[in-house]
């Protein structure tokens, strides 16, 4: 209270009755945020940042990723942040959507022999002791023969798979 009221040059006793009135605090935020240019989110806004994080959530599934990129582009537009849980309520939404969103384009590619091939990929593999997935998705932490002799395991293994004619990306070239 002495360090603020020093700044403000004013009596310490005086801070004790801010906020008594039952508007003054949020009179001042307004105008803090009027000066700083900020604004309270409209319901367009809203659908912006609807549209907007649905796009991220098609890159990235990371939900504390969402949450940053959703502040930052809030704090570049100059919108209040709001609470946090209904920011979390936005990014559960838009995740299920960009998985609705992800299998809707994926389906189609989806044909009897490469289910079965990625079902394979969920199956645990005496020899590795793990789901073929899960070796696969280990990134290699050293340049060590043995990581570089098994990354090469991964080409090879990756190489062997039935995947001729596949194209994820251009589904109409199937």
């Known amino acids: 209270v ?7 040059q004013v009596s ?7 906020g008594q009135r039952a508007h003054t605090r949020t009179d ?7 000066s700083m240019g ?15 994080l649905r796009e991220r959530a098609l890159e990235h599934d990371n939900p504390t990723l969402l949450l940053q990129l959703a502040c930052e582009k809030l704090q570049r537009e100059k919108i209040v942040r709001p609470g946090i849980t209904r920011l979390e309520r936005l990014l559960l939404q838009v995740r299920r959507d960009g998985q609705a969103e992800i299998y809707q384009r994926i389906a189609p590619l989806l044909i009897a022999d490469r289910r ?6 969920l199956i645990v593999d005496p020899e590795l002791r793990r789901t073929p997935l899960t070796w696969l998705r280990q990134a290699a932490i050293a340049n060590s023969p043995p990581a570089i002799m098994n990354a090469l395991k991964k080409l ?7 995947l001729e004619n596949v194209s994820m990306l251009n589904p109409n070239r199937l």
């Open 2 to 8: 002495m360090f603020v009221a020093n700044q403000l």
């Open 12 to 18: 310490p006793t005086c801070l004790s009755t801010y």
């Open 28 to 34: 001042h935020l307004q105008e803090i945020l009027d």
């Open 38 to 52: 900020y604004r309270k989110a409209t319901p367009a806004d809203w659908g912006h940042l609807r549209s907007w």
């Open 116 to 121: 079965q091939l990625l079902d394979q990929l």
């Open 156 to 162: 090879t293994y990756l190489r062997q798979m039935p």
